[in-house]
């Protein structure tokens, strides 16, 4: 949805609703709810953030630490990839997903997926999932920027000061920060997160 918002004098941030939860624009629904989206595998790690929390900065984290720890992995696996898609794929954006199953192991994969549709495959729980926080401050912020410079998906044309009433509220594309990291603290499906 998007527009105008009378209710903060200005335009709305453009986003996708799944259940009553908002997403990034470019998410697949039937990838956001598909709990059988790849084939979990013992050494797979998924990443997942509130959009603008650190995402990339700790999937090069978890990339590097496999690398160090793996030497003898070919050079074309993905993991070598200075290609980020390539690399980490997004598996609730349906270009990031094909052939994901046939991509070697290990395998780090990403998601801003709401707790309540985290890909994990129900057979599967001790997949690896690491959950990043930050400061809501400095993802605000991020969030804004991110915003403007992606204009054509965001439809944002808004100030600052009304952009935090939207973040504050939840309209943003991954709605609100605090109920989305809420969910992970709380894990109520027991699944095996490192914080």
């Given at each position: 949805?998007s527009?105008?918002?009378?209710?903060?004098?200005?335009?709305?941030?453009?986003?996708?609703?799944?259940d009553?939860?908002?997403y990034?624009?470019?998410?697949?629904?039937?990838?956001?709810?598909?709990?059988?989206v790849?084939?979990?595998?013992?050494?797979?790690?998924m990443?997942?953030t509130?959009?603008?929390?650190?995402t990339t900065?700790t999937?090069?984290?978890?990339?590097?630490i496999?690398?160090?720890?793996?030497?003898?992995?070919?050079?074309?696996?993905?993991?070598r990839?200075?290609?980020?898609?390539?690399?980490?794929?997004w598996?609730n954006?349906?270009?990031?997903?094909?052939?994901i199953?046939e991509?070697?192991?290990?395998?780090?994969?990403?998601?801003?997926?709401?707790?309540?549709h985290?890909?994990?495959?129900?057979?599967?729980?001790?997949l690896?999932v690491i959950?990043v926080?930050?400061?809501?401050?400095?993802?605000?912020?991020?969030?804004?920027?991110?915003?403007?410079?992606?204009?054509?998906?965001?439809?944002y044309?808004g100030?600052?000061e009304?952009?935090?009433?939207?973040?504050?509220?939840?309209?943003?594309?991954?709605?609100?920060?605090?109920?989305f990291?809420?969910?992970?603290?709380?894990?109520?499906?027991?699944y095996?997160?490192?914080?």
């Amino acid at each position: 949805s998007s527009g105008i918002n009378a209710e903060y004098g200005g335009y709305t941030i453009r986003h996708a609703v799944i259940d009553d939860l908002s997403y990034p624009v470019i998410v697949s629904e039937n990838l956001v709810k598909n709990k059988n989206v790849f084939t979990a595998r013992e050494d797979g790690v998924m990443v997942v953030t509130y959009p603008r929390s650190g995402t990339t900065w700790t999937l090069d984290i978890v990339r590097y630490i496999h690398l160090a720890q793996r030497p003898a992995l070919p050079p074309n696996h993905p993991l070598r990839s200075e290609n980020e898609v390539t690399a980490v794929p997004w598996i609730n954006r349906g270009k990031d997903v094909i052939g994901i199953d046939e991509k070697e192991s290990p395998r780090v994969m990403k998601s801003h997926n709401h707790y309540i549709h985290l890909n994990v495959p129900e057979d599967f729980k001790q997949l690896r999932v690491i959950h990043v926080m930050r400061n809501p401050k400095d993802v605000l912020c991020s969030l804004y920027h991110h915003c403007l410079s992606h204009a054509p998906a965001f439809d944002y044309q808004g100030t600052f000061e009304e952009f935090v009433g939207h973040f504050m509220k939840g309209h943003v594309a991954a709605g609100n920060y605090w109920d989305f990291n809420l969910g992970f603290l709380e894990n109520k499906e027991g699944y095996n997160i490192l914080y």
